[in-house]
């Protein structure tokens, strides 16, 4: 059986907040109770909007956390905008297959009106670049719009056993389209990366945020078709601040490096696994004193008013 590998995989497009680091804490508890090793990967993919400055605040704050990571960090093998041949080499294969085809669709074509969505409000592309003939894209390409590049899914029911929600089902077809997997700024898209990356590190567990749990289904069948075993999927609840909204970054006060200032790391660490479910009350605690009594079935599977105690 293969030893656990998990990663955490920030994107650092500014401070880290209580929900980075309840979904590292989650990573770190999966990967330390199993005795796996645990990777630091940054998805810089947008690099002007992840200043390399983001990258060692974050570093800083999982450390003081006392979050730590056996491989990874701000070397160029783990860092996704040092990373294009990889993805280049999992978009030539996928082409030399014909599952590839360009996009010329604006933003505004993307998201017209009569598009499909789904239930959650996304929106399913409709396939309509899909038979453009050899003659149309020629035509467009010489009127100067650079494409974006769509992989083509079938009709497909694809069914993703995650270790916290349960059972996630969606047809590629029908609930997710023919999705872009290199943007037209020629940016290799993030459902192509994060799949290259995991087969090639090793990832064998994947702990993230619920709000990514609709591209499970995808990233499974991107890796099935690409010759990859796909990973167990975790996905914990998000956080949510006073607004019912996602906390992020806007919320300052419960920004890691405004609770930093009154705070220890201990408390914390407390506040987080309490609202995780892994403790009956915000008492501080280290990380490795959850090691031992980690339980997935202890994770809350709802999202969670990020409120603050009393006493803090």
């Known amino acids: 059986m293969a030893r656990v590998c998990g990663r955490f ?3 650092p497009s500014g401070a880290m907040h209580l929900g980075n680091a309840f979904s590292a804490l989650l990573a770190w508890l999966d990967v330390r109770h199993a005795g796996g090793r645990l990777i630091l990967r940054i998805e810089d993919l947008d690099a002007e909007r992840c200043p390399v400055k983001n990258a060692e605040q974050l570093m800083a704050d999982l450390r003081w956390l006392g979050l730590d990571w056996d491989e990874g960090g701000l070397t160029d093998v783990y860092r996704q905008s040092k990373r294009s041949e990889y993805y280049q080499a999992a978009f030539d294969e996928l082409a030399a297959r014909g599952l590839l085809y360009p996009c010329f669709c604006s933003r505004a074509e993307r998201l017209a009106a009569n598009a499909p969505h789904r239930e959650d409000g996304a929106v399913v592309y409709d396939g309509r670049c899909r ?3 050899a003659v149309q894209i020629a035509e467009r390409q010489a009127s100067g719009i650079r494409p974006a590049w769509r992989v083509i899914v079938p009709d497909l ?3 993703v056993q995650d270790g916290n929600l349960g059972e996630y089902r969606e047809n590629l077809s029908s609930d997710c389209g023919d999705f872009i997997i290199r943007r037209a700024d020629g940016v290799f898209a993030y459902q192509l990366a994060v799949v290259a990356d995991d087969a090639a590190m090793g990832v064998t567990h ?11 289904a995808r990233q499974s069948w991107l890796h099935e078709t690409l010759g990859y075993k796909p990973p167990q999927f975790y996905h914990v609840p998000l956080l949510l601040a006073a607004d019912g909204k996602r906390l992020a970054k806007r919320d300052r006060a419960l920004s890691l490096r405004e609770l930093a200032q009154k705070h220890r790391p201990e408390e914390i660490i407390g506040l987080l696994a309490w609202w995780a479910g892994l403790l009956a009350e915000p008492a501080p605690v280290s990380p490795g004193e959850l090691t031992a009594e ?12 990020a409120v603050l105690p009393e006493n803090w």
Do not use: E, K, M, N
């Open 9 to 11: 995989a920030p994107t």
């Open 131 to 133: 038979a453009l003939s």
């Open 157 to 159: 029911d694809v069914a």
């Open 206 to 216: 994947v702990v993230r945020g619920r709000d990514l749990l609709p591209s499970a």
């Open 294 to 305: 980690f339980d997935w079935r202890r994770v809350s599977q709802h999202d969670i008013w």
